[in-house]
């Protein structure tokens, strides 16, 4: 059974680099079929698409974010990661990683809260 | 493009309830469209994947379809239970295939 997990610092200080890894387990992030993606929900609110990788490393980013935003695929480790820099507190959220089939996105990791404070 | 969902909708147990998801340009059929449920502190799940697939697991109580003439998806929930309460999603990607989810339906069971 496929499974992902998120990890990294539960505290980011305003300006500084947002660093996120998902790992992957019961199956490989090397695959033709899939994409492995991460997706942000602020407190209380909706669900943002943030972007996606291949294990080939080919990104796609929300226009809204890709002038922060780097996703990298690390295929020896099973390992999909995130970084956004420049960050403020609008950045606070949970963050999930989840694997896309075809259009859907399943499954997904239990999520990370980010809080961005000083 | 954007997807706009109801912020809420209640009904009671038992009964049957639609969440209506509505594109904002182009045609809906374009590209699938996903349900996923969310509980309180808990990750999205999916309940419908593209446009009326339902994945293992799910009830038959859960079904979707689009209509073409309002440019929109529906999530139907029949005999509605407490444990249905929760967050509802819509999710499709834009012409350009950047994912997109809809606002988000707050589902009420009373």
């Not at chain 1, 909706?46 to 990788?53: A, D, F, M, N, S």
């Not at chain 1, 996703?71 to 507190?89: E, G, H, P, R, Y």
């Not at chain 2, 994947?49 to 979707?64: K, L």
Request: net charge neutral; with cysteine; charged share 15%.
């Amino acid at each position: 059974q496929l499974q992902l997990q998120e990890s990294g610092p539960g505290l980011v200080k305003p300006s500084e680099t947002l660093s996120l890894t998902c790992t992957v387990s019961g199956g490989s992030i090397i695959s033709g079929t899939y994409y492995w993606g991460w997706i942000r929900q602020p407190p209380g609110k909706g669900l943002e698409w943030i972007g996606r990788v291949y294990y080939s490393g080919s990104t796609y980013y929300n226009p809204s974010l890709k002038s922060r935003v780097t996703i990298s695929a690390d295929t020896s480790k099973n390992q999909f990661s995130l970084k956004l820099n420049s960050v403020t507190a609008a950045d606070t959220a949970v963050y999930y990683c989840a694997r896309r089939s075809g259009g859907n996105l399943d499954p997904w990791g239990r999520g990370t809260l980010v809080t961005v404070s000083s | 493009f954007m997807l706009t969902q109801p912020h809420s909708v209640s009904e009671s147990p038992g009964k049957t309830v639609t969440i209506s998801c509505t594109g904002s340009s182009g045609n809906i059929a374009s590209n699938y469209v996903q349900w996923y449920q969310q509980r309180p502190g808990s990750a999205p799940t999916t309940v419908i994947y593209e446009d009326n697939q339902r994945p293992s697991g799910v009830p038959d109580r859960f079904s979707g379809s689009l209509d073409s003439s309002s440019n929109s998806a529906s999530l139907t929930i029949s005999g509605l239970t407490t444990e249905d309460e929760a967050d509802y999603y819509c999710q499709s990607y834009d012409s350009t295939n950047h994912c997109v989810f809809g606002g988000g339906t707050k589902l009420t069971v009373l």
